[in-house]
């Protein structure tokens, strides 16, 4: 099986980056509308910064589908 390293500095490296960034801050969801407003903006934005690469809308949007999923599943246990 093949493997393949990123070059530093290539887009997909820092794609990768911004994205670890994002799941670090936005991990635990927040009830706050300064919360989901903020980071819909960060996320929005990441998927604009890496247009051209179709993977950083999937992460983007799957990223916004975790934290909503798992923000209804802690308030359902409430």
Same mark, same amino acid.
């Given at each position: 099986?093949?493997?393949?390293?990123?070059? =530093?500095? @290539?887009? %997909? +490296? $820092?794609?990768?980056? !911004?994205? +670890?960034?994002?799941?670090? =801050? $936005?991990?635990?969801? &927040?009830? @706050? !509308? %300064?919360? +989901? !407003?903020?980071?819909?903006? %960060?996320?929005?934005?990441?998927? *604009?910064?890496? %247009?051209?690469?179709?993977?950083?809308? &999937?992460? *983007? @949007?799957?990223?916004? /589908? /975790?934290? !909503? @999923?798992? $923000?209804?599943?802690e308030?359902?246990? =409430?």
């Open positions: 099986m093949a493997g393949v390293k990123f070059q =530093k500095g @290539s887009p %997909e +490296w $820092y794609m990768f980056q !911004d994205y +670890w960034k994002l799941c670090q =801050k $936005y991990w635990i969801p &927040e009830s @706050s !509308d %300064e919360y +989901w !407003d903020q980071m819909n903006v %960060e996320i929005s934005g990441f998927m *604009g910064k890496y %247009e051209d690469i179709a993977l950083a809308r &999937e992460l *983007g @949007s799957v990223l916004v /589908t /975790t934290l !909503d @999923s798992q $923000y209804r599943k308030a359902a246990q =409430k």
